[in-house]
């Protein structure tokens, strides 16, 4: 990802997943892949009691480090150790696309949820790890012009990617086996976006409307 991927998620990302988590008066969240902890920050900003987990221990004592008052936990997505119904508010911020048995997490993030909760989700789209899979991407047509290539859309499969020295396994699957694991959960979509860039430069940002690069998904467990 590098710098055009922590651009992407502040200024792409952040204002639509922010605007769902201040429509949905929430009570308490579940944050799947916290990482280091950045948007559960936020989402206590915001008044949402907020757990963090994320198979990571060097993110883990970074979010502690930043937020020593916060709730953060070694786990993985795959086997939450919380009890049925818990939250009213389960966050996957751009960590579907590092969980290996996703058919796994999904149906974890179901259970964890409360009847009438939200499973907010901020992805990359299929389009985008395509491209990034095969290491094609932006490249240059045949008469010059910048064109996004793409190929094996349909062929689920991971590949390495590195950023700021750090190293980790991202799945390209096509939406649809999101949207099948989601739906074989009960669960009822609710919103779809492919957000724009809100601020920031935009000449950088200007990539992230000529591709598609981010998608938000909104989805809700029946009461």
């Known amino acids: 990802m590098g710098e055009d991927g ?3 998620r502040r200024f792409v990302m952040d204002a639509p997943m ?6 949905g008066a929430f009570a308490e969240a579940l944050d799947v892949g916290c990482g280091e ?4 920050r936020m989402l206590q900003h915001e ?5 963090g987990i994320d198979p990571t221990p060097e993110l883990i004592a970074r979010a502690r480090e930043l937020d020593d008052k916060g709730e953060y936990r070694l786990g ?4 939450l150790e919380f009890e049925d119904d818990r939250f009213d508010l389960v966050v996957s911020y751009l960590s579907l696309i590092d969980i290996p048995d ?9 259970r964890v949820l409360k009847p009438g909760g939200t499973l907010l989700i901020a992805n990359l789209t299929g389009f985008n790890t395509a491209g990034a899979a095969h290491d094609m991407g932006w490249t240059k047509l045949a008469d010059g012009r910048p064109g996004f290539a793409m190929d094996g859309y349909l062929e689920e499969r991971a590949a390495w990617a590195e950023w700021r020295g750090i190293r980790i396994v991202n799945w390209h699957r096509p939406l649809s086996t999101y949207m099948t694991l989601l739906l074989e959960q009960g ?3 609710t919103r779809f976006e492919e957000p724009t860039p809100v601020g920031g430069d ?3 940002g200007a990539r992230y409307v000529r591709a598609p690069w981010f998608m938000l998904m909104e989805w809700t467990r029946p009461a």
């Open 6 to 8: 922590d651009y992407g």
């Open 18 to 23: 922010l605007a769902r988590v201040r429509a």
């Open 37 to 40: 902890g950045r948007f559960c």
């Open 47 to 51: 008044g949402v009691r907020t757990v």
């Open 76 to 79: 993985r997505a795959e086997a």
């Open 102 to 110: 996703i058919a796994a997490a999904i149906a974890e993030m179901a």
């Open 187 to 189: 669960l009822t979509l």
């Open 202 to 204: 935009p000449l950088r």
